[in-house]
């Protein structure tokens, strides 16, 4: 008689280890304002004039390779060429990224503030033994600010990862892995990831980690915490409804109107990990 052939499978079933969360737009800064101000601000000067829209396309990515991707839009290109004879060159990226940096923290500055509900959150993951972590498309030199800022309001994570630490921001998820090295997490799906940008989400699964996508307070929707009250329900449902598709196709395996909600979401990733499940 043959003997019966089994495969088996190792599976993870203890607790979240760590969470990892974006700054703009998922801890503080509701609505991602700080980085849009700069980067309009910063092409204004140019005499090249960009859209808000504009400014958000490529949110979530390390600054320089931001401004890169805004020089290689087609019809900034045209702008700029009508306006300076030639198209944007390398030594323009390098000049206009040392002209930003004064420029975000500037606006930083401006835009310190926690996003309702993280304090609460804070505590529960403090209170089920959570590591925290924060990681961020800005550099170490725009950050420091914004650091002391949110420790005076109470949020000092255990792990702050900036892209100018790793060899290449997202979406590539060197960040998330050094927040977990630094965390001293040995479980990548006991991670997880918060972030309101596509970029961020799309980070957070190429480092094996669960996903949260913050779709009202972020880049998504983009507007202040007052500009969002002063909707009326039905504009708000109807922008709700666009970011949280937006999210979803992104590959999210939750998503959350501001980090206010994430309770819930973590507390049913414990509970699908204790199950044996993965990311």
Known sequence: MTAPIYQFERRY???IEAVIMDWAGTTVDFGSMAPIRAFQRLFADEGVPISEAE????????KREHIRQ????PRIQDTWKDVKGALPTKADIDRMYDDFVPLQIDAIAQTAELIPGLTEALDWMRANDIRIGANTGYAGSMIEGLLARAAEQGYTPDSNVCATEVPKGRPYPYMSLKNAMDLGVQHL???????????GIEEGLNAGMWTIGVAVSGNEVGMSLEAWQALNPEEQALR???????MIGSGAHYVIDSIADVIPCLEEI?????????P
Request: hydrophobic share 35%; glycine share 10%; net charge positive.
């Open 189 to 199: 799906c006991a991670c997880v990831k918060i972030d309101d940008t596509l970029t």
């Open 240 to 246: 709700r409804t666009a970011a949280y598709q937006r």
């Open 70 to 73: 805004l020089c290689a839009h």
């Open 55 to 62: 400014a958000r396309g490529p949110m979530g990515t390390e």
């Open 270 to 278: 414990a509970a699908r990990l204790a199950m044996g499940e993965k």
């Open 13 to 15: 079933t203890g607790p």
